[in-house]
């Protein structure tokens, strides 16, 4: 029978500790490098809005985090509320950060150039919502038909004035979409003659504004039949003026079809139609685009989502 020497069982044992621990790092190890590549495809997406308080953008901004999280990508959500500077001090901290794509709604079209020139110059790809950027590079911009909805809205202000009568349009020229919906608007005017625009003061698509320029615009025009308003918030400002003024003779036309415009619509008010958009639907879009893109796809330039014309028919419908 062979002896073993006291002291060797515990070196045997010391042997294999160290020997079951090398085999626990190396599995750790292991497993922790077969984790880094899905960590690793976990992107963030930086996210600028023109507002979170409107109702289109809450819409659009819920669709695109229920995407967002169904695709494994991270937002950070901002908006500027229609602070050209401030959007700009959202974007650069974007580029600074090194988020792996950028979606803007940009509050001017035309300001936000050279931060997207800075994006394209850190390699980050930008992709639009809502509002278009006049320069810079966008792989993909989704939104809505704007220039046929400005046919629609301008097909129904036309009939419910039956071909006669001065038109005011509420604008908002820094902003894309907006001068989309008055091409289409313009365009489709044309084949009306006898309707007449007669001002299109801006108030930047908020109600203060927009019942500001109503009141004005009523004492300049005191036989004005309509109003086109490049938004809710324009048509719905426009609308309280009206009310308060008693004038039942005026008849406004609105953009988005929010909840409350369609109540007002459904109640007979001088808000008679709106041009229906899908923030979610848009919402839902740009996600997958960035989604699709960033894992090596080829997408279109532009994602035009369909409109429709809301009036106290299609809410009975319902």
Known sequence: MRLVPRGRPVAWALVALIAAGTACRSREASETRSASPAAAKRRVIGVTLLTQTHDFYKELEDAMRKEAAARGLDLVVTSCEMDPAKQASQLEDFVAQRVSAIIAAPCDSDAIGPNLKDAETAGIPVFTVDIAARSGKIVSHVA???????????????????????????????????????????????????????????????????????????????????????????????????????????????????????????????????????????????????????????????????????????????
């Open 144 to 318: 809505s038909d704007n220039v046929q909805g400005g046919r629609l809205a301008a097909q129904a202000l036309a009939r419910y004035l039956k071909g006669q009568g001065k038109v005011l349009v509420i604008d908002h020229p820094t902003v894309a979409s907006v001068q989309d919906r008055l091409k289409g608007f313009d365009e489709e005017m044309k084949k009306t003659p006898g309707i007449t625009v007669v001002g299109r003061p801006s108030a930047d698509g908020q109600r203060a504004k927009a019942m500001a320029v109503m009141e004005d615009m009523l004492q300049a025009h005191r036989d004005l039949k309509g109003v086109f308003g490049i938004n809710d918030d324009s048509a719905l400002g426009a609308l309280s003026v009206l009310e308060a003024a008693g004038r039942k003779d005026i008849v406004i036309v609105g953009f988005d079809a929010t909840p409350e415009a369609q109540k007002a619509i459904a109640r007979g008010s001088a808000l008679k139609a709106d041009v229906a958009q899908h923030p979610r639907a848009i919402g839902q879009k740009v996600i997958e685009m960035v989604a699709r893109s960033l894992a090596g796809e080829s997408v279109p330039p532009v994602v035009a989502v369909e409109v429709g014309l809301v009036d106290q028919d299609t809410l009975a419908a319902k």
